[in-house]
């Protein structure tokens, strides 16, 4: 990437972050360092952004082709879920799993860095590229964030031998916005196969593996409508349901059946 130093730029980012989580969690009932930490955490949230943008002109292509392209962009959803839900609702400890979520998946970009190029294959010229991505990114943030406070609620109840009553609010709005992105993904990426290969929906790997990861969730709100998912066992469903997500998202790749999947992220 010889338009900018990534690892030192992302640093730079994380140290910020680091210090915004600092300044919120240290006496967060003071005005100044609540209000100096949430301005530090959006500063490091715009120069992501920034560098993303950056990358999209250099590129002159949307930078949503391969693996770690798509993780900057989680990274940048997943903060701000992170920064809205902590101002409606104050938790301080979302805040700070949520952005070291982010960081993590910023650290996996410069451990493992791409050769970023301008090429897309012809499939990816399409009206529908963007929109299919995006969604899905934006919905893997959301129920990313659903299970940080499901790990979060078992970790109290069998760790501390108590929970909190607003987890189980907090995780169902998470995962209701979550599966409506999730579910625009699908539409999207059947109305776009259609126009590029003649079919809306083939059983390929990653469609199968996305299908099943629409059905937790499904089964999860279902569960959660019909009163039939008690909430211990609703945690469950979703810190299950992040893993599918995980398989779906990249952990795909490495399936020997998806050697010829035309859905597979590209290395480079």
């Not at 969690?25 to 949230?45: A, D, E, M, Q």
């Not at 715009?46 to 993780?71: D, F, K, Q």
């Not at 409506?180 to 083939?202: R, V």
């Not at 909430?231 to 469903?237: D, L, P």
Request: net charge positive; charged share 10%.
């Amino acid at each position: 990437m010889d338009w900018i130093n990534f690892p030192i730029y992302t640093c730079f980012i994380l140290i910020i972050w680091m210090l915004g989580l600092l300044f919120v969690s240290i006496n967060s009932k003071r005005r100044f360092n609540s209000t100096l930490g949430n301005l530090l955490l959006i500063f490091g949230v715009l120069m992501l952004i920034a560098m993303l943008s950056v990358l999209w002109i250099n590129l002159e292509r949307p930078p949503l082709r391969t693996l770690g392209e798509t993780r900057l962009w989680y990274s940048i959803f997943l903060s701000v879920v992170g920064l809205i839900f902590y101002w409606r609702w104050k938790y301080n400890w979302f805040l700070v799993f949520s952005f070291s979520m982010s960081g993590l998946f910023i650290i996996l970009n410069i451990i493992y860095p791409e050769n970023f190029n301008k090429s897309l294959m012809p499939a990816l010229h399409s009206g529908w590229f963007v929109p299919h991505v995006v969604v899905y990114i934006i919905s893997y943030a959301l129920l990313g964030a659903s299970s940080i406070v499901a790990v979060k609620q078992l970790f109290d109840t069998y760790v501390k031998g108590k929970s909190s009553s607003n987890a189980i609010s907090l995780a169902d709005n998470l995962v209701y916005l979550g599966f409506s992105f999730l579910t625009m993904g699908l539409l999207f990426g059947a109305l776009w196969a259609k126009e590029a290969w003649g079919h809306y929906w083939t059983w390929d790997p990653k469609e199968t593996w996305a299908f099943l990861t629409w059905s937790v969730y499904l089964i999860y709100i279902h569960g959660r409508i019909k009163d039939s998912l008690k909430e211990n066992t609703a945690m469950w469903v979703l810190a299950f349901g992040f893993i599918i997500l995980l398989i779906c998202w990249f952990g795909v790749n490495y399936l020997p059946s998806t050697a010829n999947s035309v859905h597979t992220y590209s290395k480079t």
